[in-house]
């Protein structure tokens, strides 16, 4: 059943029959449910198919019930096993906890490199650093473009770290996904559909950050675009929503974690980096991260922060990177996880 | 002035001095002022040049404190004068209230021409229309595409109303501005950054949409984005936010309108349909948009709303939008407005 | 029908019979609606006598769907024309439109009789004036308390001005009523469930101020507890809602004016000073509040702001309330409000 | 230094006189820092006599910004060591992690034995229950008052535990203190100035419930409301805040637990029941709790959930929270907590 019409107390026969006709000239069933006092209609079939139909505004309607969930690949119904997506050989998904680390941006040749080397003596599984950036203003650094992608790929070699990078343009889909070995979508991108069906479309895994103003539903929903182009190996990422609280730069849902691993069958990781925008909460929060189910977590480290070009207040030093990996991996191996 | 960083108390000359040599560095002057407890270190120059240095992250500093708006082409400093965008005629800015009407999608040109006529008759100046809908489902109708705008363009010439419609894709820009007197950036597409590029490289008006989960200020900078690229005729559109309060869709941010009258030379309007999700909060919030300062209001209006394929529960029917009408027009005559 | 309960499908009867018994030792009657899938179960009567069944945590059951309301006394239903309150020969309600004005906090008799003489003299209807003031911090000024109220009613003598202040702490309820025409229950107290039953018990209008963290239904809820005691003097105050826009200290929830009065037949005022804690947007906000349907603003009027002794930075002087009662007058004449 | 005030570029000596002049006469000093283009203010002293002060509506005056923290006791930095707090030999706070659970309401002596008996067996510490239970609506059931407490007292005899419980009207103070060992104030009396003054003198340890709709800066004042008259024995609670998302009750706030423990010495708490409305979220955010550094938990718990009176679809039963806790127990070890 997709939704439930229900009828004002009184609603005539006239008007029942006018929902009913409407549900079934949408290709759906309609389930009448009389009682004494009210009338209740199931329109059992796709929901596409009647979501579109306005029964709050026919005649005797009362109020409208959705019922089923508006997505079905990404659900955990469709596919009650966990998705766990190889990458190089890395495990996302699953029993697994995955460590994606590196800068805010891709700076230099030099500066990349000698991240990802932290990252790798760490432990982190795989290097993130962002050649295109979405940025508030037009005035702020945008990221060295291709030029970050070949600096990448020259870091991939030399240290085996495979490469997580965003791509922010429909053009740009292509060329970004020569070079990286996951194609990130932003938080502002996540309900920009044409980029979602564009990386539908490729045979490259997805990681999908939720928008700081969008629900879990939405961030389901925008999986889905990409699931229906044919591409399955989505990797979902929380990471912090917009709330009254000042103290951090965004909320991050914790709550999300668990909701998400009910529902649908994707791995979700969390970036405490961006959620926090304060390096003293990197820790505790991919900690609290780890514990409550989420399959990784993405964190932001830089050998110089105070020369960042981008968020160096968020970014963990080498010394920090190392310290916070410890307890993670100690907690990982407490809870089980790989 | 741009920012402001706080040394802390008892903070070293030497790390004074890095603060400094790191904003001479980036081409700006720095303006020491020493207290008795604490010195401050004001950062003169275009505030892009010195937003990239992350110095909470320097030893020795406590806070930064932003001063000046990252805003400029757009703001009221910049240019004093309301901007007043002519289209076909239709003033929109300063002194004018602009009523722009619709459907919320093209479904036929039986429908749109319908709607137009009601939306003329009542004294709407401007057509509203989706040929493409940006739809949280892949299942959900996208919109008629190019048939769309081909419908537009009939009843344009048919009404003499000129059009406003949404552009979703990069890719469509020029064909949307083919047809389009005015083209639309929607509230999920206010930060992607690529489409505001575009659109502001091309000669016709952009309206563009507040995000649901963006502050007044990065809608500024928003329309800076496109204000760059040398497009000077952008109307904002206030379409409330998400918040906590579930009785209506999203809460009209009232206070938008004023601040953003303060702030910016733009003309600023409201969707009170899209804000509320319910046709009996469209009058209301249109009056009170008015009273506020916005410069017109943007309404759903469909010939047979229970008929409509997306958001027929917020659309008027000819009648209550008639009456709608009457009433802004008494207010905006007691306003002085035209 | 006051919820009901929508079991899964494949429910069983005996699932069934347990949430029909439930409701009916409950005091209230089930009313089965069997469709082909799901059977919906109606609970009719009291509300409150199901409210507290956890239907949820029954097996079989699917969810629970509320339908009715759960406020009555002051819900439009129970009473559907407007309540019209009777201050000292001021109406507040139904079509007139009600100034009250004066200080945040009652400071000195000469500034508040200053600040009397300014909102008589420009057309102000009531006084308003704290003399136990909420705050957040315990070492801010709280507050004249008992000789405050001495001051607000020798003024009142002196302007024949009625009086509404704060009741913060139920031991005060009577001194309180015995100064003041109207008490205040502040946003902070919205939900003290014991200091809405006290005010309930006096026959003293009461000024229901919505809680910033609240929503609209429990605004309604809390007028209840108020009118539940016998107490049906009630006019509720919208005064921003907390949400994640920085720019104005609160968002003001203008929709929540047309959604209480299609709700309830209470009055609803707006305090535009608390909502946006800056002067210059008390004048849209007014004039926003008055074309949306509020009965009345309550504004923040100081003769000199700057020596104010709490929120200083968004009162009014002398002149500027002039200039926007000017404006408020002359939209009221044209809205046809008294 | 407590707040800095920025003058405008172009501020004349007589506007930075008047300034440092108000400062002064407030009781405090002034800082001037004369930058060569703006000139900063700095007010020295306590911040409470300066607050008050609207430099904002002062002429000349740009932008006044908070530096020092407005609560004191409670601080980090007033005391940098963790407040540990007995109960009954309990330990909370430091190196600990306290269990606390049991129903959300005291029903029947009997419920309240069998589901004690069902806490302590699994490892719980505390025992909670409702004798006063603060409801939106006035027709719920509003708990059994004094013969709860009586029963709590049983309990407690019976199993050893000590005893919280919800205390929410200033004249049940003493009562309350008389039969619990913690006195909870729910998260809608956070803000309850005049009840937290009175348990701010009573000699039993404090519970307190950040409220849904503030901030982290508020809970702690709120706490130095209870510090400042004597009692310094508060544990804090993060129970969840009001957002756009809404798939849980509310959003629980993670981020705050180490934003707590860097600003304050006092123990925090999580309940993850009222935070998540959710009965299978109550496990992974307990788990989370820990792992970001809470000093405990507060479940709820009831041996036959469908029964209960209140917020049945959230509690464990005792199976689950056997799990649950032997979770728990296995986490807390591998972090080195007690």
Chains 1, 2, 3, 4 share one sequence.
Do not use: W
Not at 118 to 126: D, L, M
Not at 132 to 150: D, M, V
Not at 180 to 208: C, H, S, Y
């Amino acid at each position: 059943m997709s939704d439930m019409v229900v009828m004002k107390k009184g609603a005539t026969e006239e008007e029942i029959e006018r929902v009913v006709k409407k549900i079934e000239e949408a290709g759906c069933r309609a389930d009448i449910s009389r009682g004494k006092y009210k009338t209740v209609i199931g329109a059992i079939g796709d929901r596409e198919k009647v979501e579109t139909i306005p029964f709050e505004a026919f005649p005797g309607v009362e109020t409208i019930v959705a019922i089923s969930t508006p997505y079905k690949l990404v659900s955990r119904e469709y596919q009650p096993e966990d998705t766990v997506i190889n990458v190089n050989g890395i495990q996302i998904g699953g029993n697994n906890f995955t460590i994606i680390a590196g800068p805010c941006s891709v700076e230099t040749k030099e500066q990349l490199l000698e991240t990802a080397k932290i990252v790798k003596a760490a432990g982190g599984a795989i290097l993130r650093g962002g050649a295109f950036k979405p940025r508030t203003s037009p005035y702020s650094f945008q990221g060295l473009g291709e030029a970050g992608l070949k600096f990448l790929a020259e870091v991939k070699d030399a240290t085996g770290l495979p490469i997580v990078t965003e791509v922010m343009d429909i053009r740009d889909v292509n060329l970004v996904a020569k070079f990286a070995d996951i194609l990130q979508i932003g938080a502002r991108n996540m309900q920009n559909f044409q980029l979602l069906t564009e990386v539908g479309k490729i045979k490259k895994p997805v990681l999908l950050k939720r928008s700081f103003g969008c629900t879990v539903e939405e961030l389901l929903m925008a999986a889905e675009y990409i699931s229906k182009e044919g591409n399955k190996e989505i990797i979902l990422c929380e990471r912090g929503i917009r709330t009254f609280e000042p103290s951090a730069r965004n909320t991050l849902d914790i709550s999300a974690i668990p909701i998400v691993r009910l529902k649908s069958h994707l791995p979700i990781i969390v970036d405490p980096s961006h959620a926090s925008g304060k390096r003293e909460l990197v820790e505790p929060l991919s900690l609290a991260a780890l514990a409550a189910g989420a399959h990784g977590v993405m964190i932001e480290v830089h050998p110089h922060p105070e020369e960042a070009l981008c968020d160096g207040s968020q970014s963990l030093t080498a010394n920090s990177f190392s310290q916070t990996m410890a307890k993670i991996q100690a907690l990982a191996k407490a809870l089980g996880k790989k």
